[in-house]
């Protein structure tokens, strides 16, 4: 236990004493988290989402036109911005351009006409948008689905104005025809174990991203600590001390695991107080502790395991420091950390499964999302400790060849 | 404690690093183990050590193999590397107490190693400075002073004054030689210093190629190269011939090699009457033991600085 503590010891000694370290563990992952969680603040928020500039062109003028209008003004999604009926189709798209919008709306003059009429029109339809061309395929199905939605309204309205007669000796309330199709619609996002009606925050969802991360930039201190012992013939002396690979190796695994339990705590708490206090929403921590430390500890065994094969197979700390950072951005690429696996196409989707950080990523996501528990994150956790045990049986039987007979001569 | 040696043979891929090593370091005694870079100095040590393998061989200290009572060898051995073997970002105390815990120590116990260590190491006035911020003899001495926390039987020292200047590498050796002194320590000293093997060593082991190629006391091995060496101003032809005829001389340039032999008084008288004659004059005398580095010469062909 004296030997363990004081290897526990050194090891807080040289990290502590290593700024560079410090900041790669901690620093980085912090900032990371601040800036994701502050920057998709918007794309995860219900209360106030990103809003799409939208310029509008009424050349019609009349009732149902201005009741358009007014249905995408209220709808959130949408900055509208009136541009003059007088523009011809060149200069509407010349605006476009000019006003960096995504989208020009063309309320044409027979707009109010269309509205009425009982038998589908030919010819220019009585709406038409112009369209950046950078804007994305989903952003152009999303604005044609709202405009289709708000057509729809003003249509119901002017037919329900019409018929209303016909409704009234039908006995039929024509708010029922008015009421918005969303009004009929609840969207509950499905925990283990429960249902809640209140949306995952963007911190909710940064937060294990850039955990998982950082628990596996532990590469870079772990490798270079390991290879400048073995350059400064520290690791010859400590085999002379009849250091067992067993003891040296526990002797690395034993300070990064508190590490990254350091590293757990204090990203968990930037999530809890510090991106709240600016601006931000607050993480919350999910119902099960137990399988909070459960997951937590399997990503630090399997980056430490794949740390130290790294160290043993890198001759230089430059070779480990450019092959560790390699792997960690591809895992987290690959892994959902960076881009979140949702927005993937399927094959990537599948790609991203065989990243020990979308496995990490997963497991957190189950506690701290999905209200999961210890039984939730098993399957995470055992493929963590798989992938773990092997690189570090691979990095035993390389420190056993290294040991008998790489000194050089 | 004595180290025995037997037909050692160790190679890295193609490459022989030891070839047939076979010798006996004496208990108590300074060995000076001398060879260029390259020569398997390093190797040797740390196959002693017990921490790099063999390939073939056998090595037994003080009775005790090293394959079967490795750690009970390796508790009562210990190893000064030729790098500097601690952490610079800790300081020098954080240094000799990590590694005297790690040799088991905890305690009282570990406190009186280290004091030990740092009495040897004289480390007194920069304990508390980080090893990186040290300078060159300051980190050999500190080097040192962690390879003496387990209060070692044997001593493996390998190059531990690179590096440094005179006045260290001076203090360095009286520190090594007092530690042999007062505990009876048997070092192992490898290095491609001569100077320094001559002044510390009790017996001189040259290794060249992965082979010892001479092994004795140094006493013996310096009388092996003349008693007197004389070197002249100048060296007329007529004399060299007549030098020539003088039995147990050797002329190398300017210098003449005078063997040690029965006769040597006479032979002495006979050669200054000689000198005398041809008006050469002496110009520097050395009475006693050859030079480590002529025979080095002899033996090998080529000097240290030839690689």
Same mark, same amino acid.
């Given at each position: ?20 370290? &410090? ?11 601040? *800036? ?7 794309? =995860? ?19 149902? +036109? ?16 009136? *541009? ?6 060149? /200069? ?11 989208? &020009? ?5 027979? =707009? ?64 029922? =025809?008015?009421?918005?199709?969303? @009004? ?8 283990? !174990?429960?249902?809640? =009606? ?19 930039? *532990? ?57 709240? +206090? ?41 070779? @480990? ?7 960690? *951005? ?5 892994? !959902? ?66 040991? /008998? ?5 | ?307």
């Amino acid at each position: 236990m004296n030997r363990i503590y004081h290897l526990l010891k050194k090891e807080f000694l040289v990290i502590s004493r290593d700024v560079h370290a &410090v900041a790669v563990l901690f620093v980085m992952p912090m900032a990371f988290i601040l *800036i994701m969680s502050l920057a998709m603040q918007d794309l =995860f928020s219900t209360q106030s989402p990103v809003r799409i500039p939208l310029l509008v062109s009424d050349r019609d003028g009349g009732k149902p +036109a201005a009741a358009l209008l007014k249905a995408l003004r209220e709808n959130a999604s949408f900055e509208v911005k009136d *541009i003059p009926a007088t523009l011809s189709d060149g /200069e509407a798209a010349a605006a476009l351009n000019d006003a960096d919008a995504k989208f &020009v709306v063309l309320i044409e003059d027979h =707009f109010s006409a269309a509205i009425r009429d009982r038998k589908p029109r030919k010819g220019r339809k009585p709406l038409v948008v112009l369209v950046n061309p950078v804007v994305g395929t989903q952003m152009q199905l999303i604005v044609q689905s709202v405009l289709a939605n708000a057509l729809g309204k003003v249509r119901i309205e002017a037919m329900t104005k019409e018929m209303s007669p016909l409704l009234a000796l039908a006995r039929i309330d024509p708010r029922a =025809f008015r009421q918005p199709s969303e @009004a009929n619609i609840e969207m509950r996002f499905v925990t283990r !174990g429960e249902q809640r =009606f209140r949306a995952p925050n963007a911190v909710q969802q940064s937060v294990p991203a850039w955990l998982v991360f950082s628990m596996f930039f *532990i590469v870079i201190p772990i490798s270079n600590t390991f290879i400048s012992e073995r350059g400064q013939g520290t690791l010859q002396r400590l085999r002379s001390i009849r250091l067992s690979r067993g003891i040296l190796l526990l002797g690395k695994m034993l300070p990064y695991f508190f590490i990254n339990l350091i590293q757990v705590v204090l990203m968990l708490l930037v999530g809890m107080y510090l991106v709240p +206090a600016l601006g931000g929403s607050a993480l919350t921590l999910g119902n099960s502790p137990a399988g909070l430390a459960l997951i937590a500890a399997a990503v630090s065994f399997s980056s430490i395991a794949l740390a130290l094969l790294i160290a043993v197979v890198a001759r230089t700390t430059e070779q @480990a420091t450019t092959l560790g950072g390699l792997l960690n *951005i591809v895992f987290a690429a690959a892994g !959902g950390v960076m881009i979140p696996k949702f927005v993937m196409p399927t094959v990537m989707q599948k790609v991203a499964e065989l990243s020990p950080m979308s496995w990490g990523l997963e497991g957190f996501l189950d506690i701290l999302l999905r209200n999961g528990g210890v039984r939730d994150v098993l399957p995470e956790c055992l493929a963590l400790a798989a992938f773990g045990a092997v690189m570090l049986l691979m990095t035993a039987v390389i420190l056993k060849k290294q040991f /008998e007979g790489s000194a050089s001569p | 404690m004595t180290i025995r040696v037997d037909h050692l043979f160790k190679s890295y891929g193609a490459n022989l690093v030891l070839d047939d090593v076979s010798l006996d370091f004496r208990a108590g005694a300074i060995t000076g183990l001398l060879g260029p870079n390259g020569a398997g100095k390093t190797t040797l040590v740390s196959i002693l050590m017990g921490i790099v393998a063999r390939d073939r061989g056998r090595i037994l200290i003080d009775g005790l193999d090293l394959d079967r009572d490795r750690d009970r060898i390796q508790a009562r051995a210990s190893i000064v590397p030729q790098s500097f073997a601690f952490y610079p970002t800790l300081t020098a105390r954080e240094n000799l107490e990590y590694f005297g815990a790690l040799y088991g120590f905890k305690g009282r116990r570990l406190k009186a190693r280290m004091d030990a260590a740092i009495d040897a190491g004289s480390l007194q006035s920069f304990l508390g400075k980080r090893a990186a911020e040290l300078s060159g003899g300051m980190k050999r001495r500190l080097n040192l002073a962690i390879g003496l926390l387990n209060e070692p039987a044997i001593l493996y020292l390998d190059e531990p004054t690179v590096g440094v200047d005179a006045q260290s590498r001076s203090y360095l050796l009286e520190r090594i030689d007092r530690i042999n002194r007062e505990r009876g320590t048997t070092i192992l000293y490898a290095s491609h210093y001569m100077e320094e093997i001559e002044q510390i060593s009790h017996d001189i082991a040259i290794i060249d190629g992965g082979r010892i190629i001479l092994h004795d006391r140094k006493e013996d091995i310096l009388a092996r190269r003349g008693a007197v060496t004389l070197t002249l101003d100048r060296l007329p032809g007529a004399l060299k011939e007549a030098l020539g005829r003088v039995a147990g001389l050797r002329v190398e340039a300017e210098t003449l090699v005078l063997d040690r032999h029965e006769d040597l008084n006479r032979t002495l008288a006979g050669l200054f009457d000689l000198l005398a004659r041809h008006g050469a004059e002496v110009r520097a005398l050395n009475w006693g033991n050859g030079h480590l580095e002529a025979l080095f010469l002899e033996l090998t062909k080529r000097t240290l600085r030839d690689e």
